[in-house]
């Protein structure tokens, strides 16, 4: 079964900004579509952004577009985040996960998650 393991959060400033990162491991996903998602202090996990398996297409959800931009690792098996002009509101569990076509859906394709990574942002 594959694990998703992300990193790169931390406690950042309202403006700054944080790069994530996601592995994937015991299975292969280069072949995957796939996502970022959040959780906040009680609220619902929600979609963040999601690339196609070769990069061609990108979709983010209308609370950081503009702001944050996914790519594909060199390794095609991770998933990167670079998250710029944070915002307070942004601070979240940071998780990914392979994603359900169209992107726009906005929907995970695996039913099991990481251990997610923590953003703060304070104001």
């Known amino acids: 079964q594959v694990q998703l393991v992300e990193s790169g959060g931390g406690l950042v400033q309202a403006g700054g900004s944080l790069r994530l990162s996601c592995a994937a491991s015991?299975?292969?996903?280069?072949?995957?579509?796939l996502g970022w998602f959040r959780q906040a202090p009680g609220k619902e996990r929600e979609f963040v952004a999601g690339i196609m398996w070769d990069g061609s297409v990108t979709y983010y959800s209308d609370s950081v577009k503009g702001r944050f931009t996914i790519s594909r690792g060199n390794a095609k098996n991770t998933v990167l985040l670079q998250m710029n002009s944070l915002k307070p509101e942004d601070t979240a569990v940071y998780y990914c996960?392979?994603?359900?076509?169209?992107?726009?859906?906005?929907?995970?394709?695996?039913?099991?998650w990481g251990q997610g990574t923590q953003v703060t942002v304070s104001s």
């Open positions: 996960n392979a994603v359900r076509l169209p992107l726009a859906t906005m929907l995970a394709l695996f039913d099991f």
């Open positions: 015991g299975r292969t996903l280069t072949n995957h579509n």
